[in-house]
C-alpha cells in the first residue's frame, strides 16, 4: 500500500524542518516543503543541537564528512558531504558516543572484513558508534523537526 501521491514529501501540520548548517550557501536545489535554513559558526554549536535532539527524543540527522570512517586519518576534510540519522548515544570507556545509522549497510565489505576505519569504535548491523571527539571536526549540519 502506498500514500496518496499528494501527501507525499511533506511535513505533518504543525511541524517545520530546521536544517542548520555551518558557513555559507549550498548551491543545491531548494527542497520543497516548510524548510528553515539557519547558519551556524561552528561544528560545537551542531553537536549541542544533536545532544539537544536526544534528550528532546526528536529525530534527527546530521550532515558531514565521511572519508574518516574508512581512513584512520582525523584532518576534516571537505568534499562530498553524506547524512545518517542519528539514533542514540552511549559512554564507552570515558568518552561519549554518537550512535549513527549508516545507510551504507552492515560493518563489512565484500572480502568480509571490517570496512570502518578506528575511527568507529563500534559497528552493528549498519550502526556506527563514534566518539563525539573523532566525529566533532567532520559535522557540517543537522536537520530536525520543529513541532
Not at 42 to 53: A, C, N
Not at 98 to 112: E, F, L, V
Request: with cysteine; hydrophobic share 30%.
Amino acid at each position: 500500500m502506498f500514500c496518496p501521491y499528494a501527501s507525499r514529501f511533506k511535513a505533518p501540520r504543525n511541524e517545520v524542518a530546521i536544517y542548520h548548517h555551518v558557513g555559507g550557501e549550498y548551491a543545491t536545489v531548494p527542497p520543497k516543503g516548510p524548510v528553515v535554513y539557519t547558519k551556524i559558526k561552528d561544528s560545537r554549536q551542531i553537536l549541542e543541537m544533536v545532544h539537544e535532539q536526544l534528550d528532546k527524543e526528536n529525530v534527527s540527522s546530521i550532515s558531514y564528512f565521511p572519508e574518516f570512517l574508512k581512513t584512520n586519518g582525523s584532518s576534516a576534510y571537505r568534499g562530498v558531504s553524506h547524512a545518517s540519522t542519528i539514533v542514540g548515544r552511549e559512554v564507552l570507556g570515558n568518552s561519549c558516543h554518537i550512535i549513527i545509522r549508516n545507510s551504507w549497510g552492515g560493518c563489512s565489505n565484500k572480502a568480509g572484513r571490517n570496512q570502518y576505519s578506528n575511527n568507529v569504535t563500534k559497528c552493528e548491523n549498519g550502526y556506527l558508534w563514534v566518539s563525539e571527539q573523532k566525529l566533532l571536526p567532520h559535522l557540517d549540519g543537522i536537520t530536525y523537526l520543529k513541532q
